[in-house]
């Protein structure tokens, strides 16, 4: 420091006034004024940037680095249902390019073991919460700019239903985050296919909750992705782990149903560009697809055509 000192000394005494004038007042134009922020410091004042505080969106997020893991980004993410099929995904990508994700998780210790690895040390941070606990869900999202909602579910249980799991607690979560006064992009994961006309309860279920956020954090994203594929998906492995075992494959009104699958990096990816742009996605909902549509029939013939048990059959009904 004293170094550096001494060379700006010799180099400002060695111009001309009218340059020192100006890389003087360069220095001062390209540094925020300091002002008095409570108690701290030599005088009792903490000095902290005159700057205009942030604002929802993220061009105002603080970047460091040049954008990998080690970097700063500037998002400092709840992830809620980071622990799930998609989470793993996402949690990668945000730690790829240098955020802080908050993972809240209800199970078991390991649940988590794995995401721990996608990032350098203290990226990623497990924390222990219950989805029926306000206090709780404030804890893991106190220090946050950026909210993520993953939770969803395609089938009910004797504790959580479509209603409380898809609608009631994406509501909870918009609301908590609209007081939390810091919460700067809100991005709700919802289902291709969300309709309060559907004929699907967990459907109407997910556009009751898209409506819900919307109300309590009209800045918020909505995602609608399509069926997810991947290594670790329910749909393409128990098919092919069903043939496996029973040599059949059942098949519903001859396999007409028509999918758009999509691959579950895309469906991060999106997520992720998301947040990085100025502020265009909020409000916005998206609809996310893959490039072609397949009936049931099609997927199960080329799961078929993989088995390495030939005499796969299928059952039509």
Known sequence: ??????????????????????????RSASQPALVPQGLGGVDGARYMSARAP????????????TGGRSSVSGIIATVFGATGFLGRYLVQQLAKMGSQVLVPFRGCEDSHRHLKLMGDLGQIVPMKYNPRDVNSIKAVMARSNVVINLIG????????????????????????????????????????GASATSPSRMLRAKAAGEESVLKEFPEATIMRPATMIGTEDRILNRWAQFAKNWSFLPVVNDGSTKIQPVYVADVAAAIVNSLKDDGTSMGKTYELGGPEIYTVHELVIIIQNLQINESCKLYMR
């Open 1 to 26: 420091m004293q170094a550096a000192a001494w060379r700006r000394h010799l180099l400002d005494h060695h111009l001309s006034p009218t340059t020192a004038a100006a890389i003087s007042a360069l």
């Open 54 to 65: 942030a604002v929802k969106g993220s061009g105002h997020l603080v970047r460091k680095g």
């Open 153 to 192: 579910r395609e089938y009910e249980t004797r504790n959580y239903g479509f209603e409380e799991v898809n609608h009631r607690m994406a509501e909870q979560l918009a609301m908590i985050s609209t007081e939390h006064g810091g919460i700067m992009r809100f991005i709700q994961v919802s289902s291709l």
